[in-house]
């Protein structure tokens, strides 16, 4: 698994200094720690100035899932 871990670390550095989009990177990152590691569900959320959670990323977490966390508060 190390050597996956350094690879998917390489990937998301790759698309960070070419400038992909904070959605597609996050996106594949969750993707990709999916794929790693069977039975995990990854998700990134953001944090705004009021302290509610907005889904980021998540491609396994339903939309009511994402629904509830756009009302919760940090």
């Known amino acids: 698994m190390?050597?996956?871990?350094?690879?998917?670390?390489?990937?998301?550095?790759?698309?960070v200094a070419r400038g992909a989009s904070l959605e597609a990177t996050a996106?594949?990152?969750c993707r990709e720690v999916e794929a790693m590691v069977p039975g995990?569900?990854?998700s990134i959320?953001?944090?705004d100035r009021s302290n509610l959670l907005h889904p980021l990323a998540g491609p396994c977490v339903r939309a009511m899932s994402c629904?509830?966390?756009r009302r919760m508060r940090n």
């Not at 190390?2 to 698309?15: A, F, H, K, R, V």
């Open 2 to 15: 190390g050597t996956d871990m350094l690879s998917l670390q390489n990937t998301i550095l790759e698309m």
């Open 27 to 29: 996106d594949r990152l």
């Open 40 to 42: 995990v569900i990854c």
């Open 45 to 47: 959320v953001t944090v």
């Open 67 to 69: 629904s509830i966390l």
